[in-house]
C-alpha cells in the first residue's frame, strides 16, 4: 500500500502540475493527504480536495473532478469524485500479485527494511534494582524495551541491549547490615533473591525502631566503595544470585542482553565526568553537594556528588552515557524507565549538551505509565508489590487450566502453557498506548474470546494447520470477493504501521495491528472455505491469503515478543 500511495502521490502531483504549474503543494504534502475511508464502500483510498483549496484557488469539488478526469495510475483501477473528495479504487489482482510476491520474496523480510543499515542502536531497558523486587512495575520497561529492540533489528539497525541493573548504592549498605544480623549463607543459597528482598524489607522495618541501623548501613555502603574485601564479595554474590534469578523471567520472555553493565561499572569513569564539569565550569556548590544548575532551562538543578562526595544516579547515567558513546559508537541511545523518571532524563540529557557533547540529541528517553493490578489475588509476600515472576506464574497457572479443558489432548501442552500464558501477559500490556495507565486484569488478558494475545495465538495457529493440511499450491489468478480484498488490503498495511510504529516507539501500534490482522482473516475464513473451495484456482488464491496471513502474524508477533506455537 505504501509503494501504491506513492505512485497515486505522484500521479496526482501531475495531475495538479496540469491545472497549475505553479501550484504550491508538493508530491510530499499529498502523500501525507492520501487517506483510507473508514467505510470503503466509497473507494480504497481517498484524497480530500479541500487540501488544495488554497493553493490552486478553486473550490474542493472542481479540482476533484478535473484530477478525476482521465486519471491513471499504475495498480489504480478507478478515480472517482465524491463531492469534494477523489475516490481511488485499488486494482484488486494487481495488489495480491505484488504482495504474494514481496511476501515470499527471498531477502529483507517484508514489512520491515534497511533504513538502519550500518546505523548503532543501543537500548537500556529493565534494569532491575538489585536486592529490591522485580515487580510488575517492570514489566513495560522489559516488554516495550525488548519490543523497540525487535522493531529497530526489523529496521535494519544493529542493535546491543544494555541491562543498566541498579547495582550500587546505599541499599548494598542496608543489605549488608541486615545479612550479618539476621541472614545465612544457606538461607541465601537455599531461597535466592527472595530471601534477600525479604533482608531488605526486615531492614526497613527494624530500621524504624533503630534508626541507627541507617548510619550503619551508610558506614558498609561507605566501605564498599573503599573496596572492603569482605563487603565486596557480598556484593558480588548478592548481584549474582539477583541476575541468575532475573534470567528465569528473561528466559520465559526469550529475551537476552548484551551486557549487564550495571551502575556500578561506571564507578571508575566517574571521577573523570566530574573534572570535565569542573573544568567546563559547570559546577556549583550546594549545601556541601555539588550540583549542575539548570534554573534557567525551567529544571530543577542535577545533582552531581552529595555532600560527602559519594556520586549520584544522574551523575553514573552521564558517565554511562559518555562510555557508550566511545565504546559502541551509536547513531541513537534509548532509555526506557517509567514517565516518574521523564525529569532524571531531561535534566542530564541537558548536562551532556552544556558539556558541548552535541550527540545528547540522539539520545532518546521512551517513558510509559503506570501498572496497577486487581481482580486477581496474587501472592504479596514483599509488602504490597506483586513479583513479576508471581504475575508470570499464575498466568502459565491459569493458561495451562484453559488449555486442559479446550485441548486435553495436545501434545507439549506445558510449553503451549507457557506461551499462552507469557504471550497473555505482554499481548494485555502491549494493547494500550505506552502512556496510559494499565489495570491488569489476568482473566481479560486470557479471555480466548476477546481481543487478546490467546486469540492472536489461536488465529496464527489456524493458519498453521490450514497451511499443514494444504500441502503445496500455487496461486493462477488474484481476483478476489469482497472479503478475500479486505483480508489483502490489512496485509498490505503491515509495512506502514510498522514504520508508524518505530517513528512514534509504540509498540502497540503492532499490537492493534495484529488484532486487525486476525479480525479480518477470521472473518475471510468464516466466509470462504479455504479447503473445500469450490476450484483449485480459488483454492489456491485463498491458500496464498492464508500463507500471506501466517508470514505477516508471525513477524508481528515477533515483534511484540509474543511466542506463536503452531497448536494451540
Ligand atoms: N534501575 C532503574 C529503576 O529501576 C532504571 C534504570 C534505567 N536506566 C538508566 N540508564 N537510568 O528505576
Same mark, same amino acid.
Given at each position: 500500500?505504501?509503494t ?27 502523500l ?11 473507494? @480504497?483510498?481517498? %484524497?480530500?480536495?479541500?487540501?488544495f483549496?488554497k493553493?490552486? !484557488?478553486?473550490a ?27 475516490n ?6 494487481? /495488489?495480491?500479485?505484488r ?13 520491515g527494511?534497511?533504513?538502519g $543499515? ?5 537500548? @537500556? ?36 541491549g544494555? &541491562? ?7 541499599q ?28 531488605y ?9 533503630d ?5 550503619e548501613a551508610? $558506614? ?6 573503599h573496596?572492603? #574485601? ?42 573523570a565526568v ?12 550546594? @549545601?556541601?553537594?555539588s550540583?549542575?544548575? /539548570?534554573?534557567?532551562?525551567?529544571m530543577?538543578?542535577? %545533582?552531581?556528588l ?9 551523575? !553514573? ?7 557508550r558513546k ?5 547513531d ?5 524507565t ?8 531531561a535534566?542530564?540529557?541537558?548536562v551532556?549538551? %552544556? =558539556? ?9 528517553h ?15 509476600r514483599?509488602? &504490597? ?12 497457572e491459569?493458561? $495451562?487450566?484453559?488449555?486442559? +479443558?479446550?485441548?486435553? +489432548?495436545?501434545a507439549? !501442552?506445558?510449553?503451549?502453557?507457557e ?5 497473555a501477559?505482554?499481548?494485555?500490556? /502491549?494493547?494500550?498506548?505506552? =502512556?496510559r ?6 482473566? @481479560?488478558?486470557l479471555?480466548?474470546?476477546?481481543n ?35 483480508l ?18 509504540? #509498540? ?13 482473516? &477470521? ?26 496471513? &501466517? ?11 509474543v511466542r506463536?506455537?503452531e497448536?494451540?
Amino acid at each position: 500500500m505504501k509503494t501504491l500511495k506513492k505512485k497515486i502521490a505522484a500521479a496526482v502531483y501531475k495531475g495538479i502540475a496540469e491545472i497549475d504549474p505553479a501550484a504550491a503543494v508538493t508530491e510530499k504534502d499529498i502523500l501525507s493527504y492520501l487517506a483510507y475511508p473508514p467505510d470503503d464502500k466509497l473507494g @480504497d483510498i481517498a %484524497l480530500p480536495c479541500f487540501r488544495f483549496a488554497k493553493a490552486l !484557488r478553486m473550490a474542493p469539488p472542481v479540482i476533484a473532478s478535473r484530477l478525476a478526469d482521465g486519471f491513471e495510475c499504475e495498480g489504480v483501477a478507478s478515480a472517482e469524485t465524491a463531492g469534494g473528495y477523489l475516490n481511488f479504487r485499488i486494482d484488486r489482482a494487481a /495488489l495480491m500479485r505484488r504482495l504474494f510476491g514481496e511476501i515470499n520474496a527471498d531477502g529483507l523480510p517484508y514489512g520491515g527494511n534497511d533504513d538502519g $543499515a550500518g546505523k548503532t542502536v543501543v537500548i @537500556d531497558y529493565s534494569s532491575p534494582n538489585v536486592a529490591k523486587p522485580f515487580h510488575i512495575g517492570h514489566l513495560g520497561t522489559t516488554v516495550i524495551g525488548h519490543s523497540l529492540k525487535k522493531m529497530h533489528e526489523f529496521a535494519g539497525y544493529k542493535c546491543i541491549g544494555v &541491562n543498566h541493573l541498579g547495582d550500587w548504592g546505599t541499599q548494598f549498605g542496608k543489605l549488608t547490615v541486615a545479612y550479618r544480623k539476621w541472614g545465612s549463607r544457606e538461607a541465601v543459597e537455599e531461597k535466592g533473591i527472595d530471601e534477600l528482598v525479604a533482608l531488605y524489607v526486615r531492614f526497613h522495618e527494624e530500621a524504624e525502631a533503630d534508626p541507627a541501623l541507617n548510619d550503619e548501613a551508610r $558506614a558498609a555502603f561507605t566501605a564498599l566503595e573503599h573496596g572492603d #574485601p569482605e563487603i565486596t564479595a557480598l556484593w558480588r554474590w548478592f548481584i549474582d544470585i539477583s541476575i541468575a534469578e532475573y534470567k528465569k523471567t528473561y528466559r520465559q520472555l526469550d529475551i537476552e542482553f548484551d551486557y549487564y553493565t550495571g551502575e556500578s561499572f561506571y564507578t571508575d569513569k566517574m571521577p573523570a565526568v566530574v573534572d570535565e564539569l569542573k573544568s567546563k565550569d559547570l559546577l556549583k556548590l550546594d @549545601d556541601g553537594a555539588s550540583i549542575v544548575d /539548570l534554573e534557567e532551562y525551567g529544571m530543577p538543578p542535577c %545533582l552531581i556528588l552529595k555532600r560527602d562526595g559519594s556520586t549520584l544516579y544522574p551523575t !553514573r547515567d552521564i558517565a554511562a552515557a559518555i562510555y557508550r558513546k566511545e565504546t559502541f559508537d551509536f547513531d541513537k541511545c534509548i532509555y526506557v524507565t517509567s514517565a516518574g523518571q521523564s525529569l532524571h532524563f531531561a535534566q542530564w540529557f541537558k548536562v551532556l549538551e %552544556l =558539556m558541548g557533547r552535541d550527540w545528547y540529541k540522539d539520545l532518546v528517553h521512551v517513558p510509559y505509565g503506570t501498572v496497577s493490578l486487581n481482580g486477581s489475588k496474587l501472592a504479596t509476600r514483599t509488602g &504490597n508489590v506483586v513479583l513479576l515472576k508471581d504475575l508470570f506464574a499464575e498466568a502459565i497457572e491459569k493458561a $495451562a487450566a484453559i488449555m486442559a +479443558e479446550k485441548n486435553p +489432548e495436545l501434545a507439549g !501442552r506445558e510449553d503451549v502453557a507457557e506461551s499462552v500464558g507469557i504471550g497473555a501477559v505482554v499481548f494485555y500490556y /502491549l494493547s494500550a498506548n505506552r =502512556m496510559r495507565d494499565i489495570n491488569f486484569v489476568l482473566e @481479560d488478558a486470557l479471555n480466548f474470546d476477546g481481543n487478546t494475545g490467546p486469540y492472536a495465538q489461536y488465529t496464527y495457529a489456524r493458519t498453521c494447520q490450514i497451511l499443514k493440511k494444504a500441502g503445496e499450491y500455487a496461486p493462477d489468478g488474484f481476483e478476489m470477493n469482497d472479503d478475500e480484498f479486505a483480508l489483502c488490503k490489512t496485509l498490505a498495511l503491515f509495512p506502514e504501521t510498522f514504520d508508524q510504529a518505530l517513528a512514534e516507539y509504540e #509498540p502497540s501500534i503492532i499490537t492493534r495491528y495484529v488484532l486487525d490482522l486476525c479480525a479480518a482473516f &477470521n472473518r475471510f475464513y468464516h466466509n470462504c472455505p479455504v479447503l473445500t473451495a469450490g476450484s483449485e484456482s480459488v483454492k489456491a488464491l485463498r491458500l496464498a491469503l492464508t500463507g500471506c496471513t &501466517n508470514k505477516v502474524l508471525s513477524s508481528a508477533l515477533e515483534l511484540i515478543c509474543v511466542r506463536h506455537p503452531e497448536k494451540i
